[in-house]
């Protein structure tokens, strides 16, 4: 092997030792620019204080709620496990009995509703619990 191959076999080597320090670096600077990223807890985990309680009703507020959580399982053309929930009158007796808010709040004893699924989301179980503290009333 001549002198002119052996430093062409040298730089190659240094090239190749390069290039890998500068992916490595880029690739470094690159985790440490996402590691500077800043969610606010806030933005990430919203308190209950933005849930309106002001104007619960049954109309406007819970029928919403059960319709978009409750009625596919609990309505009167699919009452599973014999509960419905779709009109006032079948709702009332649950919430007078206790097991509406038992089974919404995921409450020891009751089937945790709705099933197979996470619990509804607090500002929605803080509107449901104004409902039935005032009353429950059909409005």
Same mark, same amino acid.
């Given at each position: 092997?001549?002198?002119?191959?052996?430093?062409?076999?040298?730089?190659?080597?240094?090239?190749?030792?390069?290039?890998?320090?500068?992916?490595?670096?880029?690739?470094?600077?690159?985790?440490?620019?996402?590691?500077?990223?800043?969610?606010?807890e806030e933005e990430?985990?919203?308190?209950?204080?933005?849930?309106?309680?002001?104007?619960?009703?049954?109309?406007?507020?819970?029928?919403?709620?059960?319709?978009?959580?409750?009625?596919?399982?609990?309505? %009167?053309?699919? *009452? /599973?496990?014999?509960?419905? =929930?779709?009109?006032?009158?079948?709702? !009332?007796?649950?919430v007078d009995n206790?097991?509406?808010?038992?089974?919404?709040?995921?409450?020891?004893?009751? %089937?945790?509703? *709705? /099933?197979?699924?996470?619990? =509804?989301?607090?500002?929605?179980?803080? !509107?449901?619990?104004?409902?039935?503290?005032?009353?429950?009333?059909?409005?």
């Open positions: 092997m001549g002198v002119d191959s052996a430093k062409i076999i040298k730089n190659k080597s240094l090239m190749n030792t390069k290039t890998i320090k500068l992916v490595l670096f880029l690739f470094v600077g690159l985790m440490g620019l996402n590691a500077c990223y800043y969610d606010s990430l985990y919203p308190s209950s204080g933005d849930c309106d309680l002001s104007n619960v009703t049954y109309s406007g507020t819970i029928v919403p709620i059960l319709n978009d959580n409750c009625y596919s399982c609990h309505s %009167s053309s699919f *009452p /599973q496990g014999s509960v419905v =929930l779709d009109n006032y009158n079948d709702l !009332k007796t649950h206790g097991r509406f808010w038992g089974a919404v709040n995921h409450e020891s004893g009751y %089937s945790p509703m *709705p /099933q197979n699924l996470p619990q =509804l989301p607090q500002c929605e179980l803080d !509107k449901i619990k104004t409902w039935i503290d005032n009353g429950a009333l059909n409005n």
